[in-house]
């Protein structure tokens, strides 16, 4: 048996498939690769909180068995992937990035994952990532920060740090993530990846940790757009677990890859290029912008009006939603408890003031007072109106264009503890992200370029609801035009 | 709000006991400071006049007719967990209930 190393890097979803099935290597191999990779890159990286070897090696073993006895094999045989900690897959732990949930063992798996195994996926383990996957850079992780494989002193963004770093150091072919107000496209911005933010309700929620659940959704990182296309595909669609999750059908999202930008209206929206746009990422983005108009598509400026109020809104609606949805650690059905406390309520307070971190009860705190009597109004009611805004500022621009470029992130991937101590600059990081959280459309990243210093800089592209064809059509483009 | 988006060290105490949060001195400081520095960058929304606009409580409130999200299930018993497998995740059990501490006080 040969043992992959690096080499597993450059291996696409597709290149592992055919060569299980032609015979030419095994899954067993391909996994024993990953493994070595995370060996020789995760203690500088930090990436995986918990593996499982023995458990990735069975299924890995079985996908063997079916290729032996010449058996049609499914679309994501052999490929090893990694799982944010905040989905749970059932008998392993699911810590969200919190001490309040260190040695629990999920009893129910994740829809998504679920649907990833049935494709024949090998399951590597679970990726660090914020604390609830509240943050944006995930130094917000109790187990330590991951560090971006591009620069080691950077962060790797966040919250799914872990998902974008595993991917980008070649220590998994394709991870999950989580996206609440950019936590999937700001870490494939920062580590060079490709990472789809799905329509709310296209990817089923069943078995990820909420954080705010009218925002929270799941979707794939992977080095090329294809393989993000094809593993969108596996895990999309209804699930009667998730009441939000849609029936509308699921298309074949690597049919239309290669159709080029010819014919399509691309919106600029003049917003997103406004101050605190770093130079470099703004010169990226613009070439970018010029190579598609040469291939063939219509550049139309477009006006998103209310996206400067976009961060105050999403703070507001996110953290209340929180506040609601962290309520049920309390210490008695799962996870972390204060030892010695004499009465119930003494037994709440201090399990959930050892148990969370700062981030987590700043966001707590921020959520309960919006919700609170006398400022319902003021803030939460507020919000929401707002919201509704936002939204209808895509609505508008969507009858006019296609599909909506601009920056990912207004800079590449900062130093680690550059903004720890200033939450508000922290929050500033997803100004160009939130705004498709809270519409609810779909969005991807993908990269398009690197700074001076070598940092990835990704190009956001935003498409209408449920229409991530058109999206990815556009990313394969991007994706052609770096070679 | 006391003041225009700021709110004292009593509101933030307040706030945490809502919120089922014991803080140190030391947390509740910094936890004043912050809470006015994101509350003072929210207070921008209040140059929107929304008198007249709907809350957007769902993704579902602004999307089309035929791709709804929203889908209700028919009102049936399914299995569910068992209890063996959600017990043995609780801190302190005796099989079949989740042991508190002392909630009456006599």
Redesign the interface.
Known sequence: MTVETAETKSLSIGDIRSAIESGSRNAVAVTEGCFHQIEARDPQIHAYLSTNRDRALEQAARIDDLAAKGEALPVLAGVPVGIKDVLTIEGLPATAGSKILEG??A??TATAVTKLEAAGAIVLGKLNCDEFAMGSSNENSAYGPVHNPHALDRVPGGSSGGSAAAVAAGMAVATLGTDTGGSIRQPASFCGVVGILPT??RVSRYGLIAFAS?LDRIGPFTTSVRDAATVLGVIAG?D?LD??????PVPDYTADLDKGVSGLKLGVPSEYFAEGLDPEVRAAIERNIEQLRAAGATIEPISLP?T??A???Y??IATAEA?ANL?RF????????AKD??????????S??LG?G?EV??R???G??AL?AG?YD??Y?????????L??DF?KAFTKVDAILTPTAPTPAFKLGEKVDD??SM?LADIYTVTASL??ICGLSVPCGKSQEGLPIGLQILGK??DEATTLRVAQTVETLQQ | MSESGTVAVEDVRRVAELANLELTTEEESRMLRDLNAILGHVSQLSELDTSAIVPMAQVSDVIGDGQTTTVLRPDEVRPSLSRESVMVCAPETDGSFFKVPKVIER
Do not use: N
Not at chain 1, 330 to 337: E, K, L, N
Not at chain 1, 381 to 389: C, E, F, I, T, Y
């Open positions: 629990y063992r009893p129910y709310y309700g009218s209804h009667p009441a939000t999750s849609s029936p509308l209310h400067r109020y961060i105050p809104t703070y507001l506040s309520a309390d210490g008695v059905r799962y996870g972390f408890r406390s004499d009465t119930l309520s003494a037994m709440y307070r201090r959930r003031d969370f700062a009860k700043r707590i705190m921020l309960t007072y609170s400022y003021a803030y009611k507020k919000a929401q109106q707002v919201r509704r805004l939204a209808e609505l939450p508000v929050y519409a609810g609801h449920f």
